[in-house]
Nanobody
Framework: QVQVVESGGGLVQPGGSLRLSCAAS????????MGWYRQAPGKQRELVAS????????NYADSVKGRFTISRDNAKNTVYLEMTSLKPEDTAIYYC???????????????WGQGTQVTVSS
């Protein structure tokens, strides 16, 4: 199995910054995509950002482009989300997603963390 653990959420004022971290561990043969999703109260979960295995390709939701930066450290099986110029509408539970294979012969599966709360409020 693969365990995914997020950290770094909290309360921040509008215009502030936060850095989220997500570490994957367990029976990992290879990690494909790593990404961050978020879910605000009463809304569906949405993709915030994702990053390719080598980190050369990133994808961002339009609402966070220019403010958020995703990066990864493959040696540590860790992905980061640097969030700047935060707005109240960024308030949500942020979930880390890891698409990985547990062996050479297994298919890829999605693994999720428990989520970390980000609240942007004055």
């Amino acid at each position: 199995q693969v365990q995914v653990v997020e950290s770094g959420g909290g309360l921040v004022q509008p215009g502030g910054s936060l850095r989220l971290s997500c570490a994957a561990s367990g029976s990992i043969f290879s990690i494909v995509v790593m990404g961050w999703y978020r879910q605000a109260p009463g809304k569906q979960r949405e993709l915030v950002a994702s990053i390719s295995p080598a980190g050369g390709s990133t994808n961002y939701a339009d609402s966070v482009k220019g403010r958020f930066t995703i990066s990864r450290d493959n040696a540590k099986n860790t992905v980061y989300l640097e969030m700047t110029s935060l707005k109240p509408e960024d308030t949500a539970i942020y979930y880390c997603n890891v698409r990985a294979a547990t062996s050479l012969y297994s298919g890829r599966a999605d693994y999720w963390g428990q989520g970390t709360q980000v609240t942007v409020s004055s």
